[in-house]
Structure formats: structure tokens, C-alpha cells
Antibody, heavy 119, light 107 residues
Framework: EVQLVQSGAEVKKPGESLRISCKGS????????ISWVRQMPGKGLEWMGR????????NYSPSFQGHVTISVDQSISTAYLRWSSLKASDTAMYYC????????????WGQGTLVTVSS | DIQMTQSPSSLSASVRDRVTITCQAS??????LNWYQQKPGKAPKLLIY???NLETGVPSRFSGSGSGTDFTFTISSLQPEDIATYYC?????????FGGGTKVEIK
């Protein structure tokens, strides 16, 4: 069974750093790109960026470029989303999602990680 | 960036009604369009990919059509379990973008 399991909820202060994770199982982790998607409270879905786990090649949305870093550790089938300096506006639910085997659709999603940034 | 405009933003319909949601792209995206369902407190779920292909295991009352800039998502007979927000998403180029969502409620 394909699964993407994300790390637990986080509460942080502005300016702090944070890394959340997404562990894939039940499939060949390096064969499917992973994307990260933000959902702010009560709002819609925003694509943040993606990584090819086979070679760590990344693309970012211009809206998120320079503010987050996407990485992967093949050895443990895990993708990461990292902030070096959080802002209150980063408060949101973050989902990882796997690219399907055909076009750019997301066929499996993690359960989401809620990040709360508050002083 | 390609803008995806969904309408309506919300709708209320009766069980067994036919429900239609539209998604308009700001430029031609061929058939590079997917539809997702998100229930409250849950992750999104893929329903339709490449504009009209039903994802495995998704009930046949869901369907999609369109190409170019105009797309339609249809629930042929609304069921109580279909209460959710529905999103379109293009993948013609980067950045990938989603529509603003359509919240479907039972009347």
C-alpha cells in the first residue's frame, strides 16, 4: 500500500527554523516526484515546489522561492520542507503529494502537517 | 503564471441533483487539468486527471470534460458523501496552480 506519512504538528516562534518530513512507503520512492502544497487556514491549495527524489532536482513556485528549501534523503525514503526563519504568515497546513505515473497529477497525499507560528 | 478561475465558489444542491463546476484557465492548457476533492480536515483526493480520466476507484458519477481554456466537472447524482470542496489544477507549465475551490453543500 502506497503511503506518505508526514511528521507531527509544530508550534514555533517567528524567526525560528523548522523542518518537516514526508516518508514514502509501499512504492519505489525514487520513481515519483514529491511536491509540497500549502493550505492557509480557510483557504485554497497552493503549490510550493517539487523534488525529483532520484537526483534531488528541485523546482519552486516564485511565491516560495528563497523562503523554503525542499530536500530528500533517499536512504530513508523521506522528503523534507525546511524554513530557516519562520514568519507568522507561514501558519498553515502543509501537504506532501506524490506525482502519479502519467502526467502531473497528485495521486497520493500525506495526511498534512499543521505549522503554527506565533509569538 | 496561469490563473485558474473556478465557478461557482460555492453551491447548494439536493441529493440526486446534477452538479456542475467550471474551471477556466487564463491561457490554453490543452488537457493538462486535474480535479481533486477535499473533505473537511482531510487531504485532497484525486478524482479526475488529464481533464476526463477517472482515477481508479472513483465512482462513475464523477466526470470531467474540456480542453484548451474551459473545463467542466460534473457530479451526475449528488450523494451526501460528496459534501466537500473541489479544486481544479493545471500542469501546463510551472508553477502548477490550483483553482480557488468550489464548496459543495447539501440543500
Amino acid at each position: 500500500e502506497v503511503q506518505l506519512v508526514q511528521s507531527g504538528a509544530e508550534v514555533k516562534k517567528p524567526g525560528e527554523s523548522l523542518r518537516i518530513s514526508c516518508k514514502g512507503s509501499g512504492y519505489s520512492f525514487t520513481s515519483h516526484w514529491i511536491s509540497w502544497v500549502r493550505q492557509m487556514p480557510g483557504k485554497g491549495l497552493e503549490w510550493m515546489g517539487r523534488i525529483d527524489p532520484s537526483d534531488s532536482y528541485t523546482n519552486y513556485s516564485p511565491s516560495f522561492q528563497g523562503h523554503v528549501t525542499i530536500s530528500v534523503d533517499q536512504s530513508i525514503s523521506t522528503a523534507y520542507l525546511r524554513w530557516s526563519s519562520l514568519k507568522a504568515s507561514d501558519t498553515a497546513m502543509y501537504y506532501c503529494a506524490r506525482r502519479g505515473s502519467g502526467g502531473w497529477y497528485f495521486d497520493y497525499w500525506g495526511q498534512g502537517t499543521l505549522v503554527t507560528v506565533s509569538s | 503564471d496561469i490563473q485558474m478561475t473556478q465557478s461557482p465558489s460555492s453551491l447548494s444542491a439536493s441529493v440526486r441533483d446534477r452538479v456542475t463546476i467550471t474551471c477556466q484557465a487564463s491561457q490554453d492548457i490543452s488537457n493538462f487539468l486535474n480535479w481533486y476533492q477535499q473533505k473537511p480536515g482531510k487531504a485532497p483526493k484525486l478524482l479526475i486527471y488529464d481533464a476526463s480520466n477517472l482515477e481508479t476507484g472513483v465512482p462513475s458519477r464523477f466526470s470531467g470534460s474540456g480542453s484548451g481554456t474551459d473545463f467542466t466537472f460534473t457530479i451526475s447524482s449528488l450523494q451526501p458523501e460528496d459534501i466537500a470542496t473541489y479544486y481544479c489544477q493545471h500542469y501546463n507549465n510551472l508553477p502548477l496552480t490550483f483553482g480557488g475551490g468550489t464548496k459543495v453543500e447539501i440543500k
